[in-house]
């Protein structure tokens, strides 16, 4: 026996999509504007998890820009006879795609674009028992989008040999509700001669909700099942302390015994910074129907399975611990845009990670020397330590609690009035502000984020001393409620010359991010 701890991904990691192979579970999820994209995880008893990569790993595989909340949109991941495929939407560029890979942990092939041909979002595959593949994805209403929302879901065939969708198109579900905005995260299963298709709908806000249809053939209008929606938090209100849930991906156990993955939002203060993270609830079939945590009706915090017990010597957990006597950057770290080494060095200066300081600005859609964690609970503390000399007052570099390019709160070391300083400098929809600032009289010091609920306070170390910046920082703007977009927070390492020429650099003794 073995206990899952909902979420089983700490942290932004949302739209996540699973399968099974043998006595292996695989899921990937969004990533958005960040880079690597695609997380790919590995576990053996649905309980610990492992990142074994990214999917998206090369910049020719992920061509993303503009706001954070751009670029890849929910990732499906499928085997078929020995050969893995991941298809996705790149909403920043080329629109849907497929890779392929033999080993999970890569790597991956080149983007499959499919094209005109395969409009919307949200795509998946689906291997009938002959072998043949079928797309299943998301469009608008081709009689003309009535209202914000209409759109179908449709299917048809993907040639593997070409990668080009072939034959008819034909939509086969609209959603449970009349008038139902949004169906999408679509996937289709086969089980006891019926196609099933399971999808979420409401929108990926307080709304989201799973639905489920079936049909005999797979080329027909869906029925849809009288329990509809099977799955939703809507009806717990916005208090509950698990929101949003939705999204879904079914898979099964060797011994017949189902389960689901889907996201979810942990609010704080009714606000989420940490974005929606993935969540396990068991499943059961009724009458030919899904039905998820029966007698429950509700995801649970534990989640207790019949696997051994299979843990992992690195793992998602609560806490990420970051040293830099490594050649390799740590695959927890993420980028924006981009993760080249065009912004970073293991070797320069061994034992520190040095960012290059460029003229690109956190506040401007780009790709900034910055490398953050994913933020994973409202109560933490994230410290780094900083070795930075400014050349002139454009410079700085430091410590950034990252949502959008709008909104985030910097820690940064500056230069003013000829001494060297940390400020505490707050973007807000845009607008900077510096709030508080100490006197920096050490070369390497500890800057330091100490939050609990949606308040922070902002620490200046130096020589073990801690010197108290600003208190009660407040962080509901960095939450999507406020700022908007599909992400949740990252937090780290950040140097920018603020639109001017440099050849400076910050370097950073460790990251670290721990749960209080």
């Excluded at 099964?252 to 929606?276: F, T």
């Amino acid at each position: 026996m073995v206990t899952a701890h909902n979420p089983i991904l700490k942290g932004f990691y949302p739209d996540p999509s699973a399968c099974r192979v043998g006595d292996d579970f695989y899921i990937v999820c969004s990533s958005f504007v960040y880079a690597p994209g695609v997380p790919i995880f590995h576990s053996k008893d649905l309980a610990h998890w492992e990142q074994i990569g990214h999917v998206l790993d090369r910049e020719s595989q992920l061509p993303v820009s503009g706001e954070i909340s751009r670029g890849i949109f929910a990732p499906t991941i499928r085997e078929h006879k020995g050969t893995f495929y991941m298809i996705t939407t790149n909403v920043s560029h080329g629109g849907n795609f497929v890779v392929t890979a033999k080993d999970p942990a890569g790597p991956w092939s080149e983007p499959y674009y499919l094209g005109e041909d395969a409009p919307g979002i949200d795509p998946s595959l689906f291997f009938d028992d002959d072998d043949r593949c079928y797309y299943v994805g998301t469009r608008p209403n081709p009689e003309g989008v009535r209202y914000n929302g209409d759109w179908e879901i449709w299917v048809q065939e993907l040639d593997l040999n070409t990668m080009k969708l072939v034959g008819e198109s034909m939509a086969i579900w609209k959603g449970a509700v009349k008038d139902v905005i949004w169906p999408e995260g679509p996937h289709l299963y086969k089980k006891d001669g019926y196609y099933y298709l399971l999808h979420a709908e409401g929108g990926t806000g307080p709304e989201h909700a799973i639905s489920v249809a079936r049909s005999k053939e797979l080329f027909a209008w869906f029925e849809g099942c009288p329990r509809n929606p099977i799955f939703s938090h809507r009806n717990l209100g916005k208090d509950y302390p698990i929101i949003y849930a939705g999204h879904g991906d079914l898979i099964d156990d060797k011994n017949g015994n189902w389960y689901i993955v889907m996201l979810a939002s942990r609010p704080c203060e009714k606000h989420c910074s940490i974005g929606r993270e993935t969540f396990l609830a068991k499943v059961v079939w009724e009458e030919g129907w899904p039905v998820i945590n029966p007698g429950i009706g509700k995801l649970e915090d534990d989640v207790e399975l019949t696997f051994e017990e299979h843990p992992f010597a690195a793992e998602n957990e609560w806490s990420d611990e970051l040293h830099f006597w490594t050649n390799e950057l740590d695959q927890r770290l993420v980028g924006i845009e981009k993760r080249n080494e065009d912004i970073y060095s293991l070797t320069e200066r061994p034992g520190f990670l040095r960012l290059f300081t460029r003229p690109e600005r956190a506040e401007e859609m780009c790709y900034p020397s910055y490398l953050g964690l994913r933020q994973k609970d409202y109560s933490f503390k994230v410290n780094t330590g900083v070795d930075f000399t400014p050349a002139n007052e454009n410079e700085c570099g430091g410590l950034v609690l990252f949502q959008n390019h709008a909104n985030h709160l910097t820690l940064e070391i500056v230069l003013k009035g000829g001494k060297k300083v940390l400020q505490v400098r707050k973007t807000v929809k845009g607008e900077e502000t510096v709030t508080a600032s100490a006197e920096v009289s050490t070369d390497v010091v500890t800057i330091e984020l100490q939050a609990k609920a949606q308040k922070a306070d902002a620490y200046l170390v130096e020589n073990g001393k801690h010197t108290l910046l600003e208190a009660g920082i407040d962080l509901l703007p960095y939450t999507t409620e406020e700022a908007g977009g599909f992400v949740g927070c990252t937090v780290g390492m950040y140097t920018s010359s603020n639109g001017k020429p440099s050849e400076n650099h910050c370097d950073f003794a460790w990251l670290t991010l721990e749960k209080n």
